[in-house]
């Protein structure tokens, strides 16, 4: 039987947010023996966008795959590292067959809490032309040696197709093959997007077609309602939906149909100001119907790491739970409802 433990960390908000991921996560994927974790990254430099640095940082603390969102582009120079068109290449092997032309992201390791985790490209993949699709071959073993590499970074699928960087990840983790989908919500967010509901069905029936049975999906969003839509769309096809965004963790964890559902996993970063920033400058702007304050991360002894850990079995969610680690401390585990 093919069973595959993976963490899901929130929104990871400034230094706060990655401290905590730096502090605890090697020990939470000893502790619950891991295979895989994604965690969405958005913020985490700053609170607006994600460097290369903090990026190298969170991925040497234990990252697998950093999703994006909104911010993705706050920080332009993530997008010299970020790969590019793998969801174009799942379209045209779905439309043109598998061939050797293709090359799946690989991993070469399982259960790994030290190795670093960037991902150099193939050299089949700097050479070929930027028309041309490409699967990037990640290889999580190997340390960064050279200037010219890619980061297991995603950004929402339903963006732009000249957009940089790409919105599907599948891995082959040791045998376990996963697909990972990135998509972006429309209610609240003013940004020139795709319809999020087709994308998603079509790259679901994509990885799907290629074997990717294992099918997680961050849907950043603003909405409940959009996810639970999407989710009620997807629910039995794939392995787990989680939401990102909000910053506030929901209680509605559950599983149905061998699907894993959350509105938001929640923060990574300062509990008690506003969604992980200090709270003077949207009180002023909420206040004073004007807001030219400059937003800053929040400086707090109150920092909090949200985290779901599911269980697969071939391909479907059985068990899974949200920790929460307030100040370096197990602070509670809330299970997921069955139904
Ligand atoms: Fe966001």
Do not use: W
């Amino acid at each position: 039987m093919s069973v595959l433990k993976i963490g899901l960390i929130g929104d990871i908000v400034g230094r706060a947010g990655r401290n905590m991921v730096v502090d605890n996560l090697s020990e939470i994927r000893k502790k619950y023996k891991l295979d895989f974790v994604i965690a969405n990254a958005e913020n985490a430099s700053g609170g607006f966008g994600l460097n290369i640095k903090n990026a190298n940082e969170l991925l040497s603390a234990g990252i697998d795959l950093i999703t994006g969102g909104n911010h993705s582009f706050d920080k332009m120079e993530i997008t010299a590292v970020m790969g590019r068109d793998l969801e174009s290449s799942v379209d045209s092997v779905c439309k043109n067959g598998l061939d050797s032309s293709v090359e799946f992201v690989e991993s070469k390791v399982k259960s790994s809490t030290d190795s670093a985790k960037i991902a150099e490209s193939s050299p089949k993949s700097q050479d070929s032309s930027p028309d041309s699709p490409t699967f990037q071959m990640f290889n999580l073993s190997q340390n960064l040696t050279k200037s010219s590499f890619i980061m297991p970074i995603l950004r929402p699928l339903n963006f732009p197709p000249k957009t940089p960087g790409s919105g599907i990840c599948c891995i082959n983790l040791g045998g376990e093959k996963i697909a990972v989908i990135n998509i972006m919500g429309h209610y609240g967010i003013n940004m020139n997007l795709d319809n999020a509901f087709y994308k998603l069905q079509n790259a679901v029936s994509a990885v799907k077609k290629l074997g990717f049975d294992n099918i997680i999906i961050d849907f950043h969003g603003e909405a409940s309602s959009e996810k639970r839509a999407a989710f009620c769309m997807l629910r039995g096809e794939i392995s787990a939906f989680f939401g990102t965004h909000t910053h506030i963790g929901s209680d509605d964890l559950h599983i149905q149909n061998g699907s894993f559902y959350v509105s938001d996993l929640g923060l990574c970063g300062a509990f008690d100001g506003v969604i992980g920033m200090d709270y003077k400058a949207p009180l002023q702007k909420a206040m004073s119907g004007f807001g030219k304050s400059r937003y800053e991360v929040a400086n707090s002894n109150n920092n909090i790491l949200q985290m779901v850990i599911l269980t697969l079995e071939n391909a479907k969610c059985v068990e899974a739970f949200k920790l929460r680690i307030l100040n370096n401390k197990e602070l509670d585990i809330i299970n997921a409802i069955r139904l």
